[in-house]
């Protein structure tokens, strides 16, 4: 080893070696030369080279003098912090203490790139040769000699695992080019080769047992090694070679042996973390990032560089999970401490609008693509964000630019396609999803999209072709509805083309709409239930039962916090609640789970989070959500009470505050039943609700079912939940000509029948024009059968 006298000189003469314009400083021409150099054995990509540079000009940003580059204060401390070995350096170059430096440097590169090596086995081979890019990453080098030798010996059986393998055909690679990146930090995270070219080894087999019992015995070598430190650096040089050649299973039993070495080391977690990730095991993933986060936050300045790329990375395991509101606090926390960081930012951004914060997410992917902006990604999501705040001309021009950049960006064509239908231009619509298609040919949205799309451009038969294509690639029910659609409304249109193109329906007055009987259900409710009820649906909040929140709330006490008024309250923070969430929705994937945080946090928590606090009452949260959760009507009344009760103002009353009343039903019918007024209602019947005044259990109740203002469509709900999937045989809707799935609508008179959607519009075919309607519900066939047996006439009643 060098002493630090002869060890400062060395990086002296590297530096001045490299120093072509003799400035004071390494520009990344220069520092990718060094890196080069310094690497005969190793063939780098420009995007391998420019994530190194990316990555020392980043960690070392102090040490870079402007355009010049980094110092030689800068270089001598890579060094310092275990980037590379200057003694293996410095003679890899061919340098000499004892010689004069001259301008002599492309003669220098020459000879040190020239140098060949015949055995691999050769010890003084390995000192002048780096196996990866990794090798020169500050404080993931290798330091000790002897684990070159394994890391070579490693290299070799690989290098005869692959021959073997690709001469029996076994080895698979899967290009993945034209997906979203997975927005890895560079440093840690996979490398570009993983991100566009899987491979996939066959595990099975004699070549493959072969190569794990002489994997074994080189780990063996590893754990025998003179000190507990040299071990380590051998297990993680075997993790991290196992690593970039995508064996990734067994890269994570010598990170984690790693860790059992050096527990508050953060890179053996980390990349642990990594290794499954990759392999789909994102809880384990992120119990690994937070063992990683811990090391790195009591290890003092030592890792503070790395804090950045854990919580990138962290942030990406918790999204494999469902949970992007906690993503969103991580990338937040990258983006904090390095604002340059453009894909902490990207992911940032997409994660807000995952979560329906539109305008947040705007503002993060601007930012990202301001620091990179050929950022393809990056211009997608930002598309997409547009598009969901109604800026469609905008959107349009950068989902084209995110294409320009990328050609093959499915996530883009995708997205732009369905931006084209919701304009109406079908043809265009119809062009995206055929690009998509060339690039992903089994992508079955793709083509019931495409299908769509030619049918509202008015050809009828390709359409048809398209869906018969896309029931090739899968069977789900939606396709045979679709299917039966386009049949339906190929006969209405040769009934049309007879009379004379007439419109297919006509929107009729409210008024004009009457019922058959108590049963039937009017007009007006159904429209605001079927909005419920989509809600529902799409949270899937409906299947999980309503003593849940009870439970929850009896288990799981909240801390109590003192508002700026100085009442008592139990809030948490969003992500908080997402973890909640995830206890009551256990039973959901993680993309089904995604997607139901996101109707929750648009349509609820950005209403309980008045001040943008990020904050939300937690009691008043159960609430809200207590009626549309499974489970008795009359459960859910009393849980939503319960909540109520929780809070800390109501807290060990067996009654409630009106005021609390009146304000839970307020936020009810503003979150499902936004059309109707608030303050209105309030006003007209006065109830202000003062400090004192309380209510009982009995008076909660009846103002909850009070159907002129309060929530009195639960009924109308709980008829949904109950019959929304009936189907009635072959009868389709006489107005949109899909099968009716749930209640039909017979018009007593003139015979038609209505779907719940149409009647709640109040579409009625423009050939039964009248004065009034009247409309008789059936729940099932089977009542319409009874009712035509019955053959008596009822009594109408006004729908007004």
Request: glycine share 8%; charged share 30%; proline share 2%.
């Amino acid at each position: 080893m060098s002493t630090r006298g002869s060890r400062t000189e060395k990086v002296k003469r590297i530096f001045q070696q490299f120093d072509a314009n003799r400035d004071g400083g390494l520009n990344r021409e220069e520092m990718a030369a060094l890196v080069v150099a310094v690497n005969p054995r190793v063939k780098f990509s420009e995007e391998q080279i420019s994530a190194i540079l990316d990555e020392v000009f980043r960690t070392y940003g102090e040490f870079i003098d402007g355009e010049k580059g980094l110092t030689y204060d800068g270089l001598l401390r890579t060094y310092d912090d275990g980037a590379g070995d200057v003694d293996r350096d410095f003679d890899a170059l061919g340098l000499d203490l004892n010689t004069v430096v001259d301008d002599g440097i492309f003669a220098a590169l020459e000879e040190a790139s020239s140098s060949s090596i015949v055995d691999e086995r050769v010890i003084e081979a390995q000192k002048k040769q780096r196996t990866a890019a990794w090798a020169i990453s500050p404080n993931h080098g290798i330091v000790f000699d002897d684990t070159w030798k394994i890391v070579d010996d490693l290299e070799i059986l690989i290098k005869r695992l692959k021959a073997k393998q690709s001469k029996n055909g076994k080895v698979k690679g899967h290009n993945s080019d034209a997906y979203s990146d997975a927005g890895w930090s560079r440093e840690l995270g996979p490398s570009t080769e993983i991100s566009e070219k899987r491979i996939l080894w066959e595990e099975s087999g004699h070549d493959y047992a072969l190569f794990l019992k002489e994997l074994g015995a080189l780990r063996t070598r590893a754990d025998g090694a003179r000190s507990r430190e040299e071990a380590f650096d051998g297990h993680m040089a075997i993790g991290r070679v196992l690593y970039e050649h995508q064996l990734f299973k067994e890269a994570l039993v010598s990170f984690k042996r790693a860790c059992e070495l050096q527990p508050v080391d953060v890179r053996p977690h980390f990349r642990a973390g990594n290794c499954l990730y990759v392999l789909g095991k994102y809880k384990e993933a992120k119990e690994e990032y937070l063992l990683a986060l811990e090391a790195a936050e009591n290890g003092g300045n030592q890792w503070s560089y790395l804090l950045p790329q854990i919580y990138v990375n962290l942030g990406i395991a918790l999204e494999g999970e469902g949970m992007v509101l906690s993503a969103c606090e991580y990338y937040r926390e990258a983006a904090i401490l390095c604002p340059t960081h453009f894909r902490a930012l990207k992911l940032l951004g997409s994660a807000l609008f995952g979560v329906g914060e539109y305008k947040a997410a705007v503002k993060a992917l601007e930012e990202a693509i301001f620091l990179k902006q050929d950022y393809a990604d990056a211009h997608c999501d930002l598309a997409s964000s547009l598009h969901a705040m109604g800026d469609d001309d905008r959107a349009i021009q950068v989902f084209q630019r995110a294409i320009d950049l990328k050609p093959g960006h499915v996530d883009a064509l995708y997205n732009l396609g369905g931006l084209y239908m919701d304009l109406g231009r079908f043809q265009r619509a119809s062009e995206m999803y055929t690009r998509v298609l060339a690039l992903w040919p089994n992508h079955w949205r793709a083509q019931l999209n495409k299908a769509v799309s030619l049918l509202g451009a008015g050809e009828a038969d390709e359409a048809k072709k398209a869906m018969k294509e896309a029931l090739k690639m899968t069977n789900r029910v939606e396709l045979h509805d679709a299917i039966f659609h386009l049949k339906q409304l190929q006969k209405k249109k040769k009934l049309n083309e007879a009379a004379n193109g007439e419109a297919d329906f006509i929107v009729v007055e409210s008024t004009k709409f009457k019922t058959v009987g108590d049963r039937t259900m009017l007009k007006q409710d159904l429209a605001i239930a079927l909005e419920i009820r989509s809600f529902q649906k799409t949270t899937r909040l409906i299947r999980c039962d309503v003593e849940l929140l009870k439970k929850e709330m009896s288990e799981n006490d909240v801390p109590v916090s003192y508002s700026g008024g100085g009442a008592p309250e139990k809030t948490i923070r969003k992500p908080a609640l997402e973890m909640i969430l995830r206890r009551l929705l256990n039973f959901l994937k993680s993309e089904t789970f995604e997607e139901s945080v996101r109707a929750i946090n648009e349509k609820i928590l950005m209403l309980l989070d008045e001040s943008g606090s990020g904050k939300v009452d937690v009691g008043m949260f159960y609430a809200v959500i207590a009626p549309i959760c499974g489970g008795l009507p009359e459960k859910r009344k009393r849980v939503a009470y319960d909540a109520l009760l929780w809070r800390p103002v109501n807290e060990g009353s067996t009654v409630i505050r009106k005021s609390d009343a009146i304000r839970y039903i307020k936020l009810l019918r503003a979150i499902y039943i936004p059309t109707r007024g608030i303050s209105e209602m309030m006003e007209v019947h006065g109830e202000t609700g003062s400090d004192n005044a309380t209510v009982t259990l009995t008076e909660f109740l009846t103002m909850f079912d009070d159907p002129d203002w309060e929530f009195g469509i639960m009924s109308t709900l709980v008829k949904l939940e109950r019959g929304d999937r009936i189907r009635h045989d072959n009868r389709v809707c006489s107005v949109c000509r899909y099968p009716i799935i749930g209640s039909r609508f017979k018009e007593t008179k003139a015979h038609f029948s209505l779907c719940n959607l149409c009647y709640s519009e109040g579409k009625v075919p423009s050939s039964s024009k009248k004065e009034t309607y009247t409309f008789q519900e059936y729940g099932t066939e089977s009542e319409a059968f009874k009712d035509k047996c019955k053959c008596f006439p009822a009594n109408a009643k006004n729908d007004a």
